[in-house]
């Protein structure tokens, strides 16, 4: 059964920090690059750092990239990402995903920046 179940968001301040996390069944996580998306209100859904199974990172939205920073536990079947001064333009509905696939999406975690 394919699954992904994404945490860690919250309400945090301009300048704060929040680490989530994604955990996926195996099926879709063993071998597979991995990617956090956002969906911003009013927005599309974008794709924003991805990670391949052996650690190679990409990012795919420039005004992230020396603040967000991905990381993966292969043993673990989770996914990460550390996000770090935190802007309000970073409020977003978060989700992880095999990149340009079918996969079903999980519910998402809330990232709310705001003072």
């Known amino acids: 059964q394919v699954q992904l179940v994404e945490s860690g968001g919250g309400l945090v301040q301009p300048g704060g920090s929040l680490r989530l996390s994604c955990a996926a069944s195996?099926?879709?996580?063993?071998?597979?690059?991995m990617g956090w998306y956002r969906r911003a209100p009013g927005k599309e859904r974008e794709l924003v750092e991805s990670i391949s199974s052996g650690g190679v990172t990409k990012n795919y939205v420039d005004p992230v990239k020396v603040r967000f920073i991905i990381s993966r536990d292969n043993a673990k079947n989770t996914v990460y990402l550390q996000m770090n001064s935190l802007k309000p333009e970073d409020t977003a509905v978060y989700y992880c995903n095999v990149p340009y696939t079918n996969y079903p999406w999980g519910q998402g975690t809330q990232v709310t920046v705001s003072s």
């Open positions: 195996g099926s879709i996580f063993s071998g597979n690059v």
